[in-house]
């Protein structure tokens, strides 16, 4: 990793580019391309955690912990950027975790389990021997003792038709994406609208903690909360450039 200075006022930022640059053919190239937009989005929210994301991340901490066979799936980006998190999520909660690609290779699908392996879990998704239906061969691919089995799949930075076939499938499915208007955060049953290493912390502590976050949300009604937050950032941003 090249030498970023920590005062620098994109120090995150950078560090996680560098991550996803170390990872090389673990990560896809249109995994790159994911990442700017949720960084675009991340601008929008202040680079904070906002209310209505710490409402999401008790509510999916309570649905994890309760689960029969709670799952976290993971991706290359997901990996790269917060294997060891991960890791210790699932063994907080405790959850199986299924590497999952959209771009699947076995020689980046081994390679994904093997960062996890060294992180101290033992993932699945080696040996696909289920399909979701309604997708494509290759997306479809899956693990019956992982995903094919699940009643709750946690999904960081998933894509739109998988979410969809997911539901469709009858899981219980809690997304991890920065674009509040995306066909996941719409699709999802609880989504969090937060940065995937910035808000893992926060979901580990929740589930340690397994307080009961009540039943009333709505997920639709919380992402429109995470859009008046984004109001309310541009509305100051607006203020302190002299154009409101
Ligand atoms: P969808 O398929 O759900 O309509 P999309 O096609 O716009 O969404 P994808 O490329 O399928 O987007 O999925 C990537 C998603 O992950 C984007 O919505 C992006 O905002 C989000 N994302 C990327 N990096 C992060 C991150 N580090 N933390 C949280 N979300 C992220
Ligand atoms: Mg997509």
């Not at 909660?93 to 994904?112: D, K, M, Q, T, W």
């Not at 094919?148 to 009858?170: K, T």
Request: aromatic share 2%.
């Amino acid at each position: 990793m090249g030498k970023i200075p920590e005062d620098h006022p994109r120090y995150q930022s950078l560090v996680a580019r560098e991550k996803l640059i170390a990872a090389g053919e673990l990560v896809a190239g249109a995994g790159l391309i994911a990442h700017g937009r949720g960084e675009a989005f991340d601008y929008l929210l202040g680079e904070k955690t906002t209310g209505p994301a710490y409402s999401a991340i008790n509510v999916a901490a309570e649905l994890l912990c309760n689960a029969r066979q709670p799952v976290i799936s993971a991706n290359g980006n997901s990996i790269a950027l917060a294997g060891p998190a991960i890791a210790e999520l699932a063994i907080a909660i405790p959850a199986r975790v299924e590497v999952n690609l959209f771009h699947r290779s076995s020689a980046r699908v081994s390679g994904l389990a093997a960062l996890l392996r060294e992180a101290g879990i033992e993932p699945l998704g080696e040996r696909p021997d289920f399909h979701i239906p309604g997708l494509a061969s290759e997306r479809a691919k899956c693990s019956r003792a992982g995903i094919g089995d699940a009643d709750v799949v946690l999904v960081p930075l998933e894509d739109g038709d998988r979410c969809q076939a997911l539901v469709d499938l009858g899981k219980k499915v809690i997304a991890i994406d920065l674009n509040p208007l995306s066909r996941t955060a719409r699709t999802a049953h609880v989504t969090i609208v937060d940065e995937l290493t910035r808000c893992l912390p926060l979901l580990i502590t929740a589930v340690n903690r397994k307080k009961p976050a009540g039943a009333d949300f709505d997920n639709e009604k919380n992402l429109g909360k995470v859009m008046e937050q984004m109001r309310i950032v541009l509305k100051n941003m607006q203020t302190r450039t002299g154009e409101g």
